[in-house]
């Protein structure tokens, strides 16, 4: 076999074990990414599964104990809004009315459990209405 | 002040038109013999893009709140060097200060290349002039970066305290400088496609942008996870966040970039997959802009929605089409010149290492747009982890180091000598013995042992290179060290960024296989050990600091009996903001950082905190500053007229006692 075809054989070994590695890391980590409106009206199929919910802190909802690393609010979408309890390190920035992305599982039709809270960065871009 | 804002940044989008099509044209004219108005069009088109970013932050330093800006991103209470950072923290000043930088850059290239072909030089100045023009006409369309603002007000809102961070005063005009250099390989593609007769003259030109660009794109990517992990207070650097994976991707195809030119250079080969990757490279520079400004990904960095990303989307498309469409329809005419001399020459390197970057590249980008991927191939939108990059990223990196490691002793179409063997098997011992030292220390990860053992694989194949060159030059030692450093800088320089990559490689395994993490409570007064550490709560204080309330404790933390380091972690509570930050303090050595995170104090007794052990991670951050010297040494201008003349002289004197065909060897770059 001449150089120029083992090296694509080498090529093509590392493109199909990548393939596989990658594969293998989306089927262990993989979630869905739904809106709140969207979660409620697919509560009952995905009561328990992995997912990050995207919605608005609801207005006096938000409880932070910093000592406990432990943040409860209701998220809001257009039409639903669900609990949501997150602990784990919390942003600092987490506010009120604040656009957040939580990282968790849906332990009830009403109810998310969350382990992370991904809030718009300080640096980046107005947000819509800002500009 | 609004006005003449408003005024230059017609006159900008004007004269950077007038200044691509001028390029055009002059590339016609300049073989019927006619000049060209090229020159003074991109000096206009870059003055007055100048006079607006100066209008633009003599507003932010003086808070001039007409500026509707200025009322968004500043306040009376910013120290002057935050108040201009503000430039760059919204949409519309950071566009105009990308806009500014291509337009340098242009501005820079045209005269780089004064002495290449013109009509090379003329049409490579009309696509990156074109490039300004049309950021100059989005920010005229939808983000004018003069804009009056509507209310009058004696007080703008300022910015977050999360940006207050040294870091963020030059990491993202480094981002920027390093999307706008890139601009420069991907004009030269472009131009090599439509040249007819597909000349090689645009590679030593492209080589030096390319790395430049790398080299500029990597320390910004680096000095946001500097600030991530200094300022964000979660103990990392790095979450594959999209934003951060959309300047990373470019940067990933960049480095096989880097290396392709390379091989065309040297052995004309890779020529179609170079010429994509230029392109690839400032397409996927502008997907990135997509990613943060759409709106349509809620990172950790972006959520605005806005018309402008869109615009970036509809480039990046349009040169995608184009690269691809121009790439096929001279697929013939960029076949190889040469076969690949050997699977253990440097160009059978170059071929795995870009194809392990491709892949991850590809990786990367489908793991970041996989929610819209999977929303329209699949109904049901899915992200995905973390887990999903490191599978790959860390097969793929122990490829590259291995590969970038064995590069100082392998030689272009041939096979390595017998001596060249000799030293890489020393080599591949000096790497066993590292990782098995690390072994008997204690650390068990196979992963980190692996990458230590590269890593020291890497160093001694370059100080065996070093000292085979100097062996071959004949003269004493040291000497004969110095001139074969001298002789061959650019290339040593490439071999010191490959220790630069094994540096940041052992740096970002230990930091993410070897943490160690816990959340505590300590009382004032007591102390308790942890990891090796005993950590004591001396004190717990807080006070007013003007516009910030300031609650701290101190920790004094000792190892074996020693103290080693007093730490202030603390929470800020900004007034204006309304906004607490969490202000972490790190102790910071070649082994390890410990990382603390204050999250309250309960009754003013007890503190609750996470304490983080994060190996190795200092070696990040010692990784960039090698591609920063590496890169400089590289790019330093070749000798001076005077100093060549100085080194002809010189070099008979060097090369007297070398025998003839080793004097080939030393010449052969």
């Known amino acids: 076999m001449g150089t120029g075809r083992t090296l694509a054989l080498g090529a093509g070994v590392i493109a199909v074990a990548t393939a596989y590695w990658a594969l293998s890391g989306a089927a262990a980590t993989w979630q869905y990414y739904l809106t709140v409106d969207e979660c409620m009206d697919q509560a009952a199929r995905i009561v328990g599964s992995r997912l990050r919910i995207h919605g608005t802190v609801g207005p006096e909802t938000l409880e932070i104990d910093r000592n406990q690393q432990l943040a409860r609010f209701v998220l809001t979408g257009e039409r639903e809004c669900v609990q949501v309890i997150c602990t784990g390190t919390l942003p600092d920035n987490l506010a009120e009315g604040m656009e957040v992305v939580v990282e968790g599982y849906l332990e009830r039709r009403d109810l998310v459990r969350g382990h992370k809270v991904m809030t718009k960065c300080a640096s980046k871009y107005a947000a819509q209405g800002r500009t | ?669």
């Open chain 2, 1 to 669: 002040m609004i006005l003449l804002g408003h005024v230059f940044l017609l006159i900008a989008l004007i004269a950077a038109g007038y200044a691509s099509f001028t390029s055009f044209a002059g590339a016609q004219a300049f073989r019927s013999g006619k000049s060209t108005a090229t020159v003074p069009s991109v000096v206009a088109a870059v003055l007055a893009l100048t006079v607006v970013l100066v209008v633009l932050s003599a507003a932010l330093l003086t808070q001039d709140f007409r500026f509707a800006y200025v009322a968004e991103y500043a306040s009376g209470e910013l120290p002057w060097h935050y108040a201009l950072s503000a430039l760059w923290v919204g949409q519309a000043g950071s566009l105009l200060l990308w806009t500014w930088l291509s337009g340098l850059v242009a501005l820079a290239y045209l005269i780089h290349a004064r002495h290449d072909a013109a009509a090379m030089r003329l049409r490579t100045t009309g696509v990156l002039m074109a490039y300004v023009c049309l950021l100059t006409a989005i920010m005229v369309f939808a983000a004018d970066p003069t804009r009056a603002s509507l209310t009058a007000s004696a007080e703008g809102i300022g910015l977050s305290p999360l940006l207050l961070h040294p870091a963020m005063l030059i990491h993202p005009p480094i981002i920027f400088l390093g999307y706008a250099a890139w601009g420069v390989p991907c004009a030269l593609a472009l131009v090599a496609l439509a040249d007819p007769r597909g000349k090689a003259d645009w590679l030593p030109r492209a080589r030096a942008w390319t790395l430049l660009a790398w080299v500029v794109l990597g320390l910004g990517i680096i000095l946001g996870g500097h600030w991530a992990y200094q300022e964000l207070g979660w103990g990392g650097y790095w979450a594959w966040d999209p934003v951060e994976n959309g300047s990373l991707i470019p940067w990933l195809t960049g480095t096989a970039l880097v290396h392709c030119l390379m091989a065309w250079q040297y052995r004309g080969m890779l020529k179609r997959l170079t010429l994509g990757l230029a392109i690839a490279t400032f397409t996927l520079c502008n997907l990135a802009t997509f990613l943060t400004r759409s709106g349509m990904f809620s990172s950790l960095h972006a959520f605005s929605r806005s018309p402008v990303g869109w615009a970036f989307l509809a480039t990046t498309m349009c040169l995608s089409i184009a690269g691809a469409g121009a790439i096929a329809s001279r697929w013939a005419q960029f076949r190889p010149e040469r076969a690949i001399g050997s699977l253990w020459s440097r160009e059978a390197l170059v071929v795995l290492a870009s194809c392990g970057l491709v892949l991850l590249s590809c990786v990367t980008l489908v793991g970041t747009f996989m929610a819209p991927l999977s929303g329209l191939l699949g109904g049901h939108t899915v992200v995905v982890g973390p887990a999903y990059f490191n599978n790959v990223l860390t097969p793929i990196g122990l490829l590259l180091l291995c590969t970038s490691g064995a590069t100082p002793l392998l030689r272009w179409g041939r096979a390595p000598s017998r001596r060249q063997v000799r030293l890489l098997a020393v080599s591949l011992c000096a790497g066993l013995a590292a990782a098995l030292a690390a072994g008997l220390s204690g650390e068990r990860n196979s992963v980190v042992l692996t990458v230590l053992g590269c890593a020291a694989f890497a160093a001694s194949a370059l100080g065996a290179a070093v000292w085979l060159d100097a062996r071959r030059h004949g003269a004493p030692l040291p000497a004969a060290f110095a001139a074969v450093v001298r002789l061959r800088r650019p290339q040593y320089a490439g071999y010191v960024m490959h220790l630069g990559f094994a540096s940041l490689a052992v740096g970002i395994a230990g930091s993410s296989l070897g943490t160690v993490r816990d959340v505590v409570t300590i009382r004032a007064g007591e102390s308790l050990t942890w990891s090796g550490y005993t950590v004591q709560l001396a004190a717990i204080r807080s006070y007013d600091a003007g516009e910030r309330l300031i609650g701290d404790i101190q920790l004094d933390i000792a190892r074996n009996g020693r103290q080693v380091a007093t730490l202030y972690p603390a929470q800020h509570f900004h007034r204006r903001q309304n906004e607490w930050t969490t202000e972490v303090a790190v102790h910071s050595t070649w082994l390890r950082d410990v990382y603390t995170i204050l999250h309250g104090v309960t009754d003013g007794q007890r503190a609750e905190l996470t304490l983080v052990i994060n190996p190795l991670v200092r070696w990040i951050w010692v990784g960039g500053w090698i591609f920063l010297l590496a890169a400089g040494v590289r790019l330093w201008p070749a000798a001076t007229a005077s100093r060549a003349g100085r080194l002809a002289r010189a070099r008979p004197k060097f090369l007297k006692h070398t025998r003839p065909n080793v004097q080939r060897r030393l010449q052969y770059k």
